[in-house]
């Protein structure tokens, strides 16, 4: 069955630098038609889409962000980086990743539990 | 972007209950739309998929409708377990983006 599990610092200071590493197993990334998301949630606040990598390693971010998140994969390790850079309080929120895939009209439908990053100095 | 309205933010009903939350998109999607479940401290749930799709697992009393722009979930009888916040999504396009959100709260 497919998992996935975030992981990553839960308290990084203003200006810094977010790193989280999404664990998955269940499926290869290297298949045609999937993509890992990660998107996020302020304590309280709707969900945000974040960014999408995809078995092509086509990327692609949330435009007002854009300047500040990175994706990569690393399929031998099945594992997904997201970077976040210049860190600000705003940005605390619970992190997930997801998979996506191309039959199932690339809805997220598996999700990681979350991890909860505040950002405080 | 696309933007997803959500109407209402918030419902009470009981159990039994039908329940019917509307998704509106700033533009045509097609029929590129999903709905997830997500309860306080958990991650959402995937419900439905490309309108109608149920996902496997879900129970049967969640359904789908729409197309274009307008587009429903409906809860034919409400359980105990369905109290919690329902979120629709696009992915016809990126950014993929969410509405704002109902909570379906217990009457």
């Known amino acids: 069955q497919i998992t996935l599990k975030e992981s990553g610092p839960p308290l990084v200071k203003p200006t810094q630098t977010l790193t989280l590493t999404c664990t998955f197993s269940?499926?290869?990334?290297?298949?045609?038609?999937?993509?890992v998301n990660w998107i996020r949630q302020p304590p309280g606040k709707a969900l945000e889409w974040l960014a999408l990598?995809?078995?092509?390693?086509?990327?692609r971010y949330r435009p007002s962000l854009k300047n500040r998140l990175s994706i990569t994969k690393d399929t031998s390790k099945d594992q997904v980086v997201l970077t976040l850079t210049d860190m600000d309080p705003v940005d605390t929120a619970t992190y997930y990743c997801?998979?996506?895939?191309?039959?199932?009209?690339?809805?997220?439908?598996?999700w990681g539990q979350g991890t909860v990053v505040t950002v405080s100095s | 972007d696309i933007q997803l309205t959500q109407s209402p933010s918030s419902l009470s009903a009981s159990v039994g209950d039908r329940v019917t939350i509307t998704c509106r998109a700033s533009?045509?999607?097609?029929?590129?739309l999903n709905w997830y479940q997500q309860k306080p401290g958990k991650a959402p749930k995937l419900l439905i998929y490309?309108?109608?799709s149920l996902q496997s697992g879900m129970p049967s009393r969640f359904s789908g409708s729409g197309s274009g722009t307008d587009f429903t979930l409906t809860i034919s009888s409400l359980q105990p377990e369905d109290f919690a916040t329902y979120y629709c999504?696009?992915?016809?396009?990126?950014?993929?983006?969410f509405g704002q959100g109902t909570k379906v709260e217990i009457q």
């Open positions: 990598i995809y078995w092509d390693d086509d990327k």
């Open positions: 997801a998979h996506s895939k191309s039959s199932s009209s690339f809805a997220f439908d598996f």
């Open positions: 533009q045509s999607i097609i029929r590129d």
């Open positions: 999504q696009q992915s016809f396009l990126t950014p993929r983006t």
């Open positions: 490309g309108t109608s």
């Open positions: 269940g499926f290869s990334l290297s298949t045609s038609g999937v993509g």
